[in-house]
């Protein structure tokens, strides 16, 4: 009984950690793009910091993981939570490295004049940071139909970086002046593209994990899975 | 005794499994780059292929570890063995992504006239092979020195993707109609690129692996690990 206890008190602090990780994660990304839009050198720093933070929460929910896989030999339904965290918790932490490099994109832009008012990107910022969010929601809820709904909303991220790409190319081509900086914005939407990827596979696993083998299976045969 | 056997024929097919996804990983890779500098469509057919074999794998491997986990109670050395080989699944899998993303762009690309020989793409995209082949061997062989050197390798294909950057620019600035040829090309050495992240994810496992704790500490701060 204590020792039943003792373990559903460590499961809640790995929910815990990871909650806290996507709160950075999600924080990074948000400030990453206003370091840009608002051409704010300040934010870098804030970036980076949380980044430091992301990268030790990444190791500690690791070391938890190992910790009760092997002081627990936890059974069935607990194993499968805890490896699926192990692999969330790389997801998370290869979100913020995207929100890094982000902010690595707009410390290059922000030296030069704005190629054109930013709209679309932090539409497609939004996006991504709901996906993030999303995605360990239905991860710590166990919430099937909201990982399903990341699914289907990472498709209007793609959309919006393939609108974005095809402006960028229009003023590429109208003046090639602008093409180092355009490079970089298609950077940026490459990098949250990425991050709606990494909120994708954490909605699969979450799914995988509620639904089992025989539904990764028919995911994989009907291409609904990630490729 | 009869038990112990059993685990360790088990542990043996895993790392065969590893072995063989890895293989089928390096062979996309050469085959979606051969379809690009060849103009060789059918091999298009082989890396979709590949991809589904790659994808089974994946899976057979997930449930491998889970049923190694649950059934044998591994302690120790063996629990962060296949933990780590849980992870190095997932980033296989997702170097088969790049890898059908690469013939993607090259089915855009041999639709039009060749922008100019490709002469850096094959390079780095054999240091990518490279870096998949070594990145497994070092966890099949718990080799440290060789992980290791997966981390300094992939610097080189850092370099090779910024110079590849700046060629294309200036074909680009000198010649506006080479910018969508350009993109698809600026887009393949990004993917090549990630395979040498994903690589370098699994080295840090290597390293994490057999050197523990401690030393994942020290990367961290001295900034030699991931972002």
């Not at 948000?30 to 804030?46: G, V, W, Y």
């Not at 990098?191 to 509620?210: K, P, S």
């Amino acid at each position: 009984m204590v020792v039943h206890r003792h373990f559903d008190e460590e499961l809640s602090t790995l929910k815990q950690k990871l909650i806290t990780m996507a709160g950075l994660a999600e924080s990074m990304i948000h400030k990453a793009i206003e370091s840009l839009t608002k051409r704010d050198e300040s934010l870098f720093k804030e970036v980076y910091a949380e980044e430091k933070k992301v990268n030790l929460l990444e190791i500690e929910i690791d070391d938890l993981c190992l910790k009760l896989l092997a002081l627990k030999q936890p059974m069935a339904t607990d194993l499968r939570f805890i490896t699926s965290a192990m692999k969330i918790n790389s997801e998370l932490e290869r979100i913020g490295d995207m929100a890094v490099n982000i902010a690595e994109c707009a410390s290059v832009l922000i030296k030069r004049p704005p190629l054109k008012p930013y709209i679309d990107i932090p539409r497609m910022a939004d996006l991504a940071q709901r996906l993030v969010r999303d995605s360990l929601d239905s991860f710590i809820r166990q919430d099937v139909d909201l990982a399903r709904s990341v699914l289907t909303r990472d498709d209007e991220i793609d959309e919006l970086k393939a609108q974005i790409l095809r402006e960028l190319v229009t003023f590429m081509i109208s003046d090639t002046s602008t093409i180092p900086r355009a490079l970089q914005i298609v950077l940026v939407s490459r990098h949250l593209e990425r991050i709606g990827d990494h909120a994708t596979n954490i909605a699969e696993d979450v799914i995988y994990l509620v639904q089992g083998k025989d539904i990764r299976h028919h995911i994989e045969e009907t291409g609904e899975r990630r490729k």
